[in-house]
């Protein structure tokens, strides 16, 4: 099976999803787009890269990796919209990490204690902030399985 992202005479890498689905790509796109992708000269010796992530994941984060227009994030579901988080977090998708926090907004109310341990993790301290009130809710176990240390305030 392959993606909506077709091959062209240009493409020079194949990257493979967890579903064997194949896309299509172009090195010097990831490399510019893709924090944590290696250098357009690191060669691939004409084998595809295979991913973890499922190809409807794959799939919206390399929308992200052209200079093209960006899709909207507003039909996800949560759960998909945190799989879309978690991998522009691994890979450092900057404008799709910005997205997704935009997006998560949405599912302030809805999800909060995801949202918070999500935020938390990553350091997306707006979404902290909005999210103090839940905090009020949480005991303090639950608190510090969900905040990392540096947002902890040791007790005295």
């Known amino acids: 099976m ?20 194949v896309f299509y790509l172009h ?9 944590a992708f ?4 690191t060669p691939t010796n004409g084998e595809p890269v295979c991913l973890s992530e499922s190809s409807e994941t794959l799939e919206i984060l390399f929308q992200f990796v052209y200079p093209r227009r960006y899709p909207l994030l507003e039909t996800l579901d949560f759960d998909a919209l945190m799989l879309l988080a978690d ?5 450092e998708v900057f404008p799709l990490i910005y997205a997704c926090r935009s997006e998560f907004r949405n599912f302030l109310q809805t999800n909060s ?10 350091d997306y301290r707006e979404l902290v902030i909005r999210l103090a009130p839940t905090m009020l809710d949480l005991s303090i176990p639950e608190l510090v399985n969900i905040l990392p ?3 902890l305030k040791p007790c005295v």
């Open 2 to 21: 392959h993606s909506s992202v077709s091959k062209t005479p240009d493409s020079d890498v194949e990257i493979v999803s967890k579903d064997n689905v």
């Open 27 to 35: 090195k010097k796109y990831l490399e510019i787009n893709i924090g």
């Open 38 to 41: 290696p250098p357009a000269e």
């Open 87 to 91: 991998a522009a977090e691994k890979y």
């Open 113 to 122: 204690k995801s949202v918070l341990a999500f935020a938390a993790m990553h």
């Open 149 to 151: 240390n540096n947002l």
